[in-house]
């Protein structure tokens, strides 16, 4: 099963986009789900996760505004970026782990959507 990252692009500062995460092919079901971003020359950071019961937890850096949420109907992940800074320019990558149509489970990672900040 592969995950497809998106709904990345270019917005100024203070801006906002939302990023959707979401399977390539039909699954019975997403668990647990990470955003993760690299920005170039840096090392891969945590920015949020979902649990599969709604738990959410986010990186100190972007509490307060950027929002994980899922659709479990159409087992997708969004993360609504608020507040959008510089820093917040990178690749973002989604991780997940579930169950796959054919019940086996599986542990997967996003293409990466590009998410650049700037003036």
């Known amino acids: 099963v592969q995950l497809q990252a998106s709904g990345g692009g270019w917005v100024q500062p203070g801006g906002s986009l939302r990023l959707s995460c979401a399977a390539s092919e039909t699954i019975s079901s997403l668990n647990d789900v990470d955003w993760y971003r690299q920005a170039p020359g840096k090392q891969r950071e945590f920015v949020a996760i979902?649990?599969?019961?709604?738990?959410?937890n986010y990186a100190d850096s972007v509490k307060g505004r950027f929002t994980i949420s899922r659709d479990n109907a159409e087992n997708t992940v969004y993360l609504q970026m608020t507040n959008l800074k510089p820093e917040d320019s990178a690749v973002y990558f989604c991780?997940?782990?579930?169950?796959?149509?054919?019940?086996?489970?599986?542990?997967?990672w996003g293409q990466g959507t590009l998410v650049t900040v700037s003036s």
């Open positions: 979902i649990t599969e019961a709604g738990n959410t």
């Open positions: 991780e997940a782990d579930g169950i796959a149509a054919n019940w086996e489970r599986f542990r997967s």
